[in-house]
């Protein structure tokens, strides 16, 4: 009885320290052009391609809610889960061998300021638990955050031109 206990409370430490960590980094840009140009130079799925320099192709579905883009020849997958008419969400889905999945969202929006001006928003979601620690959590926030900066700073460009 006593190895039952010492049994369950080792696994529930385990399962405690195991809880999700979910971390938001919220990111935006003004842009002096009205929302909806910005979203036609920057806003189709595989646009990625043009501001985060990676390659892009659709493997499944229209455009549509549900459409996967593959970047990076596979190394990445990543499913429209929402979309209007200037913005749209995305998700990667679970690793296939069980690895960490840290519930990956990434969320792109033109949003009107004024009739000629917008500004991009660029929200990331995720799980950190699998970082040892806050100093780690903060260094893997922080370079995401540097990455997606620079991307906005792209689709600025790309859509000022």
């Not at 010492?6 to 938001?24: C, E, G, M, N, Q």
């Not at 300021?113 to 922080?142: C, G, H, N, W």
Request: charged fraction near 25%; aromatic fraction near 10%; glycine fraction near 6%.
């Amino acid at each position: 009885m006593r190895y039952l206990i010492s049994a369950a409370l080792i696994a529930f430490a385990a399962t405690a320290s195991a809880a999700p960590d979910y971390r938001t980094i919220r990111m935006e840009i003004s842009v002096d052009r009205p929302a909806s140009e910005v979203w036609a130079r920057v806003g189709r799925y595989c646009d990625i391609s043009q501001w985060l320099d990676v390659e892009c192709k659709i493997v499944a579905g229209d455009g549509g809610i549900g459409t996967v883009r593959s970047l990076n020849n596979g190394r990445v997958l990543e499913i429209l889960v929402g979309k209007t008419d200037l913005s749209y969400g995305y998700t990667q889905p679970p690793p296939a061998k069980g690895g960490f999945y840290n519930l990956y969202h990434g969320f792109v929006e033109a949003k009107p300021v004024t009739r000629s001006t917008s500004k991009i928003i660029y929200t990331l979601f995720y799980d950190v638990s699998d970082k040892p620690d806050e100093a780690a959590k903060q260094a893997d926030m922080t370079q995401r955050r540097k990455r997606f900066e620079a991307a906005l700073q792209k689709m600025k460009q790309i859509a000022e031109r």
